[in-house]
């Protein structure tokens, strides 16, 4: 075959794989039970494509094909195994006379195998670590060296999680389905707390040189938009919501050489309009369901700052009573300090520093940066700058994070 069709042969198959390969792997991990032997089978599937379709054309429907094809790949390598192997004779015959012919299956079929795949890989028996990086690998398709990349640890280190992850799946023999109705708030949630995380990392790192991760956050609305479509409960529209709406801010966040720049001082016409007006729309939605919980709380609140044009406008009058609804909802010290900061901008830097003392006093957040940071700030409005100082450099013991370090290192340089 010419040289010209060979390589738009290649393009279309890394066009497919990029766009199909989430879906052809969780219908393969169904069809084999097995997500070793499904990864191994699909990547057979585009190996024998990427030979088969220069010379045979290619067919109507590629994604089908390579389901099928994926699956009589690994039904093959069982037959090989079983002849060295006894534990493998009676492998291959189940997986041969399967009921479903992967060919024929519809979009729906498709999509619920999406679904399965997301639950399975945030089942609770995980560790919260390795349903991370699970779902990552799995379902986002990312590859072990980008996850560890991303989480600034080793590729083996990774690795030896995904792989225990899995053996813990096969032991445990964690099903591959989606939660029955009188089961899904509770398994739901672990999902949606996977998705969360990832995009927590990817828009306010932990730790490392850069304040985001872009790659993170995307990953994670990706994965907020696919749970979006095959499940539209209230508490995945209000996380989608609510990722959209703080990555809205991202080219605000950061001045081009990488400065950490407060929400009270960003450029507002660097803020995507695009995903506010989508992530505002999701979070009506969500709270005209009364069905609403934590995260359509917290999407509530990002709308407000959102919809204000100056930081002056913001209606913290309506923040700091979304936060009294939120710290009921989930009384926690880190709401209790995020409502203290916006009582503080309602009522004046005194009423915040004294809620932010309380909540120190109880050592809850005495680990916890952003704590004393705010302390810091407060203390500084109200001119009490060796108190300032002194919490300024809790703060910077305490942060991992290159651009924090420098913003709280040029606060106490002020302050000097």
Known sequence: MPESPAKEIREMLDSVYRAESGRILATLIRLLGDFDLAEDAMQDAF????????KDGVPGN?????????????????????????????????????????AGADDQSVEDDRLRLIFTCCHPALAP??????????????????IARAFLTTPPTLAQRIVRAKARIRDARIPYRVPPPEELPERLAAVLHVIYLVFNEGYSASSGGNLTRADLSGEAIRLG??????LPEPEVIGLLALMLLQESRRAARASSAGELILLENQDRSQWNREQITEGVTLVERALSSRRFGLYSLQAAIAAVHSEAATADATDWLQIVALYSVLARADPSPVVELNRAVAVAMRDGPEAGLTLIDAILARGELADYHLAHS??????????????ARSSYEKALALTQLEPERRFLENRLRELA
């Open 47 to 54: 190996a024998a494509a990427l030979d088969r379709w220069p």
């Open 62 to 102: 590629p994604s089908a094909w390579l389901v099928s094809t994926g699956r009589f790949k690994a039904i093959d390598a069982l037959r090989r195994h079983a002849r060295f192997d006894a534990s493998h004779e009676n492998t291959a015959e189940p997986l041969e006379t399967h009921s479903m012919e992967p």
């Open 129 to 146: 670590e390795a349903r991370v990086a699970l779902t990552l690998r799995e379902v986002c398709g990312l590859t072990t060296e980008e």
């Open 225 to 230: 938009r696919l749970l979006h479509t095959l």
């Open 374 to 387: 705010a302390r810091a700030d407060l203390c500084r409005r109200l001119g009490k700058t060796a108190e």
